[in-house]
């Protein structure tokens, strides 16, 4: 077989094949009804099937499936593989560290390399001697996160915004603003004290943008504000410039904190380390070590990309709100068996070398502004809007049965990508930050011709 990494597509239709319908067979025989269930709706709305490929192999930018199709990941893996899939030096990490130590024992004996990353976290911080708790899902990173708003503050209170996302445990669930059927089924178990803001336009005007947020924060005492640089999973909805900036100015006034999720924008995605520095003071640093003046953040939560592709999260805090955790003598209130453990943390050390000594944030903000500008000259008006930062872009459609149909029409050409926002009607692409830009080219050969097939005309919804 030809070796994966930065190949060309290579896709027999009909998909899945007979090896690949196998395993979706004994998934749908397995699996939450949840799963199966949501592939027949959005089979329903784009009026053609939905069923998975099933990975089996995949490096770089390339995954090869149980048939032995090959695609090209516009996807990541749901942005956890930015340094692309088994990246040798990821692999290494792994292989040395399986050899030496696997398991430690959490916060009461830890490894040295969970000490490391700590370290290194800290340091590549916004600020000066923050504190940082490891964790495994970027859910696990918003729920540290909430806590210590929580315990730093005394007040219950939340403010959220339509469309973020954040995780679906039920602390951070209580902050999604990502369609309500996530919060309907446990709503009496979720924190009642979160009020949801509307997500403002990237054109919208900033006072405008931070009424509503002023309003709630002096209605209610509230603990926390929660918010993402750019949304993503949200449909990669950009905010108006100085956004941040002016939220974490009205947090300070009434007393509450800014957590900011980076989950998913940050180390790189975006262009920068952290893509709330766009919103930083003029004339901000942020090298490694550097209290960014001005950066708006008291809490920050990194994951995805964090772990090379093995679950790897963490909140970083300022001194003074992580302070509030108390004597580190005492109880450890928030932990975990495995949070830490040394295969995530080698992964994760070894990750942060790759995407440090191959400039991949540089590289994004490169290559990403000639992919956007490639994909609006060739979506042209057969779409709403081309939008990001990075590489991350969201081609938005006029409704979600052509956003659905345009993804399966791509994962036919072998490409993978992803529906976004609540209503699906953004075709998400986050591919590795090390993907080859010839690769990224042909996408959008292959996007165009999957828009051609579309009616020049689609009715709204269809």
Not at 38 to 48: S, Y
Not at 96 to 119: C, M
Not at 145 to 160: D, S
Not at 169 to 178: E, N, Q, T
Request: glycine residues 14%; negative net charge.
């Amino acid at each position: 077989m030809t070796r994966l990494g930065a190949l060309p597509p290579a896709v027999d239709a009909p998909l899945p094949a007979a090896v690949g319908r196998a395993w979706v067979d004994r998934l749908a025989a397995v699996e939450c009804p949840a799963f199966t269930a949501r592939r027949a709706r959005r089979g329903e709305r784009a009026g053609a099937p939905h069923d998975p490929i099933v990975w089996v192999e995949a490096a770089g930018a390339n995954v090869r499936d149980a048939d032995g199709n090959v695609y090209v990941d516009l996807t990541s893996g749901f942005g956890a593989a930015a340094v692309g899939h088994g990246h040798p030096a990821v692999v290494a990490a792994l292989r040395a560290q399986s050899g030496r130590l696997v398991h430690a024992l959490g916060d009461l004996h830890p490894s040295d390399v969970k000490i490391t990353l700590l370290e290194r976290l800290v340091a590549l911080a916004p600020f000066a001697g923050g504190r940082a708790m490891l964790a495994l899902g970027g859910a696990d990173a918003v729920e540290a996160a909430l806590k210590t708003a929580a315990l730093a503050t005394g007040r219950p209170g939340l403010v959220a915004f339509d469309g973020g996302y954040h995780g679906l445990s039920h602390g951070p669930l209580a902050v999604c603003g990502y369609g309500e059927a996530f919060r309907a089924p446990f709503a009496e178990q979720l924190n009642p004290h979160v009020r949801f803001c509307p997500w403002p336009a990237a054109d919208a005007p900033l006072d405008g943008a931070l009424a509503p947020v002023e309003r709630a924060l002096a209605e209610a005492p509230v603990g926390a504000v929660v918010v993402e640089p750019i949304q993503g999973r949200g449909g990669v909805r950009v905010p108006p410039a100085g956004f941040l900036r002016g939220l974490h100015a009205l947090t300070r006034r009434h007393g509450a904190l800014l957590v900011v999720d980076e989950i998913f924008t940050g180390l790189g995605r975006c262009g920068r380390r952290w893509q709330l520095l766009a919103d930083a003071s003029e004339g901000s640093g942020g090298s490694e070590g550097e209290d960014v003046e001005g950066a708006p953040v008291d809490l920050l939560c990194v994951g995805k990309a964090l772990g090379g592709g093995l679950p790897v999260s963490a909140c970083v805090g300022r001194p003074e709100v992580m302070a509030a955790w108390g004597d580190p003598r005492g109880a450890a209130l928030h932990t975990g068996t495995f949070f830490g453990d040394p295969l995530g943390a080698a992964a994760a050390l070894a990750t942060l070398d790759v995407l440090e000594g191959e400039r991949l944030a540089t590289r994004a903000a490169e290559v990403g502004a000639r992919f956007r500008e490639r994909l609006a000259r060739v979506c042209g008006d057969r779409v709403v809007q081309v939008r990001g930062a990075g590489l991350l872009a969201g081609v938005e459609l006029a409704s979600t049965g052509r956003t659905l149909r345009l993804v399966r029409r791509l994962l036919e050409r072998g490409y993978l990508t992803l529906p976004a926002g609540a209503d699906a009607r953004v075709l998400q692409l986050v591919p590795p930050l090390t993907i080859d830009e010839p690769l990224l080219d042909a996408f959008t050969d292959a996007l165009g011709e999957a828009l051609d097939e579309e009616p020049a005309r689609a009715e709204a919804g269809a």
